[in-house]
């Protein structure tokens, strides 16, 4: 199978949201701090968003949200809208990128392989991990859905991101963590999905892609079984 570009999702993918969390927790305690438990640590915190997320993440922040209240983080819980706003801008602040993201990046170019971003959300919240990232110049093309105005699993990012590439649909990897967004999407497109299971979410209607790594990490390997397939 000839693949001659790949294109990624950001968070989860190269982008270490786990950690992130962590850093942004004792903002986030602190910005939060009247409605926050009073008996509540930082570092408990921290755990609690990464659960919330690794539970619920492909189920949207409300129900992260509820989560984190069912659990009692807050003693005087916030308006939900005030929840998500601290934590986006908090986003704009913190990121921390996986320890293997920038070789993984590197290698794909000395293959010489077209690279690519497709990632949603808020263009100005995606933007700036980006930037924080350091990744300005690490693909071919990026694409914000947000600034796009189609969000994934729309093919719309996908065929997009081909036509910016220069290359068809069918040889372009996409690399992604959620099942729907990226792994449905891509296929459905006409990509080449590989999963990466790093966020820990399961959607149990979900078919999984038939490439699947733990982390992009793997991917050199996984290039190797996809061009003997």
């Not at 998500?84 to 293959?111: C, G, I, Q």
């Not at 914000?144 to 040889?171: H, I, S, Y």
Request: net charge negative; hydrophobic share 40%; charged share 25%.
């Amino acid at each position: 199978m000839l693949v001659k570009g790949v294109v990624f999702d950001l968070d989860h993918t190269l982008y270490d949201r786990y950690a992130t969390l962590c850093a942004i927790a004792p903002d986030f305690v602190c910005d939060m701090k009247d409605c926050i438990s009073p008996s509540l640590s930082v570092d408990a915190a921290a755990n609690l968003l990464c659960e919330g997320d690794r539970r619920y993440i492909y189920f949207g922040w409300r129900r992260i949200f509820a989560y984190l209240c069912e659990m009692g983080m807050f003693a005087n819980p916030p308006e939900y809208e005030r929840y998500k706003e601290t934590l986006l801008r908090l986003y704009t602040v913190h990121a921390v990128p996986y320890p293997f993201t920038y070789s993984v990046l590197s290698s794909l170019r000395e293959r010489g392989l077209k690279t690519g971003l497709i990632t949603n959300g808020r263009a100005e919240v995606q933007g700036c991990k980006i930037r924080l990232l350091k990744l300005e110049d690490a693909f071919d093309e990026v694409l914000l859905c947000g600034e796009f105005g189609v969000q994934k699993p729309d093919r719309a990012p996908f065929d997009e991101m081909a036509r910016r590439l220069g290359l068809a649909n069918e040889t372009l990897l996409y690399v992604g963590d959620n099942p729907m967004c990226d792994v449905a999407g891509a296929r459905n497109a006409g990509y080449i999905p590989v999963e990466v299971l790093t966020a820990g979410c399961v959607l149990p209607e979900a078919v999984p892609a038939i490439y699947r790594i733990r982390t992009v990490e793997e991917l050199d390997k996984m290039l190797k079984v996809i061009a003997d397939d």
